[in-house]
């Protein structure tokens, strides 16, 4: 029976059976206004626990909110089957979607919402295309699964305490396990005791003894071929016909900006290519729209009221109020180092221009204080740089316990022997820039695989080193993650790095840092420099390795400048 619980003028009605087209029930809680009539609702489909409150500023403006256990999980039935493989989402989210339209409080118009994992859901359900469905709201979900965890390498860390601590407890229960059976316990054992041990496991395959039935087989099919790319969410463009409201962030590991200008390009009618939306800020995994991550704060006019934009994104395509919604930009944007909020028609931003920074140096590009250069004139010296990569011993990932990505201050790491440093003078002109940073990079190895990371950091006067972006290639992967392609080792090869969406402002005394390394653990796995699946095989070898600028081999960082906007300051 329902009940009036919670916030004042809220029906809650909890575990209501929610029949699908197969006969299997998901579990729902409904939230809905304590008031006469019909209203539109909003639908959130998740594998971590529906939730049982927190709604109350959504219904108050006139929504019924539905939080769904996705099949197999917490209080469903049928089995959970993980979305790399073949799953009943998208029909189980067509299902509820026209569910939700049929019932006596519903007025027939429903939207969906969700970030990361029922950011997903949502973009399946959406490319069936239920009647009711009017719009979406997915966030921090990218294009691919290799977007989120291997560019080129597995991410262990993030990806290990997911399984054990999120998706494993519900399992263990269901599976008859002792436990922890909650990720609450999980997460205190993983956090306080466990972690040192799950990160060092060697090899990583062996994850799968202790993780509980279905999972333990599809991880297990994850590991095997981790370059799989099974989403294709590219492909469902094509086929969704209402619009997205995006939020993600620069340091979000599932950043999610190639949806936009995917829908914009291929979606199905002209409201979904024209009035999806995106707002990046500098926020982790979710947009939470706060102004400070880990010990950097981005200022008051980083923090924005991402609840309030939901409310209007419903209003507007849920209720039909002009609003001005759909004249706002199609993409918003929170500039680094500027504390300003910018606009754009797509991601990333078009019209501006390109510059290429040269890396160049005395053949002894490290410590921090004998950095070597990045300037605009190509490479007169035919000069190297050289480092041992040893995956015994690591470059350490900087973040929390949380395994969430953090602007780190890069100083902590410049005790290292495996990293080398290129910078710029300080600069005279603030330097804006926003788009995708890349790096081309000639380099050879000892190996017959390597990995090659490339980072950009902002370096203050003062010395702090925010880390803005990075990015990674697994060398077999250098052309595909299709192909492989061992190194032959000592031949010179080009590596295009394509680091991770940013927009920051260098601003006047800073230098322009780029880092060449070649490991990040647990971020991501170790490259064992053996040329095999590093994820079933435990064997490690050291690499030698050497960074090649010079007139024959001009590596390079290359930037995408505003030039138009820039206002010194």
């Not at 229960?173 to 054992?189: C, N, S, V």
Request: proline share 7%; hydrophobic share 35%; charged share 25%.
């Amino acid at each position: 029976m329902p009940t009036s619980t919670g916030a004042l003028g809220m029906i809650t009605e909890l575990n209501v059976r929610v029949k699908m087209r197969d006969g299997v029930h998901l579990s729902t809680n409904i939230f809905r206004p304590d008031a006469e009539g019909q209203f539109p609702a909003i639908v959130n489909r998740t594998p971590y626990g529906k939730a049982a409150g927190g709604f109350e500023r959504y219904v108050r403006a006139g929504y019924v909110v539905l939080s769904q256990d996705a099949r197999g999980r917490y209080e469903s039935g049928g089995e959970y089957t993980f979305y790399t493989e073949p799953t009943h989402d998208a029909e189980d989210g067509y299902d509820t979607v026209e569910w939700a339209a049929r019932q006596p409080w519903c007025d027939g118009n429903v939207g969906t919402w969700g970030t990361s994992y029922p950011g997903w859901m949502q973009w399946v359900l959406a490319a069936e295309r239920p009647p009711h469905l009017r719009c979406i709201n997915a966030c921090s979900i990218p294009l691919e699964k290799t977007d989120v965890d291997w560019w080129g390498a597995f991410k262990p860390a993030r990806r290990i305490k997911w399984w054990l601590t999120t998706i494993a407890p519900d399992l263990r229960r269901r599976a008859g396990w002792p436990p922890p059976h909650t990720p609450a316990e999980a997460r205190e054992i993983f956090d306080n005791l466990e972690s040192a041990a799950w990160m060092g496991l060697l090899p990583l395959m062996e994850i799968i003894k202790h993780l509980p039935p279905p999972l333990d087989e599809q991880a297990g099919r994850w590991l095997e071929d981790p370059s799989a790319e099974c989403w294709k969410l590219a492909e469902k463009h094509a086929e969704i016909e209402v619009p997205n409201l995006d939020f993600s962030g620069w340091y979000d590991h599932c950043a999610s900006m190639g949806h936009l200008r995917g829908m914009q390009e291929n979606a199905r009618t002209e409201i979904a290519r024209t009035q999806t939306k995106l707002v990046l800020g500098p926020w982790n995994h979710g947009g939470s729209g706060k102004r400070q991550i880990g010990d950097i704060d981005f200022g008051p006019q980083a923090e924005i009221d991402i609840d309030g934009m939901k409310i209007r994104w419903f209003d507007r395509w849920l209720k039909g109020i002009e609003n001005g919604v759909e004249d706002e930009p199609a993409c918003r944007y929170f500039v680094m180092g500027s504390a300003q909020w910018k606009s754009a028609d797509t991601w990333p931003p078009e019209g501006l221009s390109e510059r290429t920074l040269y890396l160049g140096s005395d053949g002894q590009a490290r410590p921090i204080e004998d950095a070597g250069t990045l300037a605009e004139g190509e490479p007169r010296a035919d000069t190297a740089d050289e480092y041992i990569y040893d995956p015994h011993d690591p470059v350490p990932t900087l973040w929390t316990t949380a395994f969430f990505t953090i602007p780190p201050d890069r100083r902590r790491l410049e005790y290292r022997r495996d990293i080398v440093y290129y910078c710029t003078e300080p600069v005279e002109e603030e330097i804006e820039i926003a788009g995708h940073p890349r790096v081309v990079l000639y380099a050879s190895s000892s190996a017959p695989d390597t990995d090659f990371f490339a980072r950009l950091v902002d370096e203050a006067p003062d010395g702090r080193a925010l880390e803005v972006c990075y990015g990674m290639v697994r060398a077999r992967h250098r052309n595909g993650y299709d192909v492989e392609e061992l190194l032959e080792p000592g031949r010179v090869y080009r590596f295009d790095i394509t680091m991770g969406a940013t927009a920051v402002r260098f601003r006047k005394g800073h230098r322009i840092r780029l880092e060449i390394t070649s490991s990040d653990f647990p971020n991501h796995d170790r490259n064992h420099n053996i040329g095999r699946n590093d994820l079933v095989d435990a064997e490690l070898a050291v690499a030698e390795q050497t960074i090649h600028h010079s007139p024959k081999y001009p590596s390079r960082l290359v930037l995408d400048v505003d030039e138009r906007e820039v206002q010194n300051s």
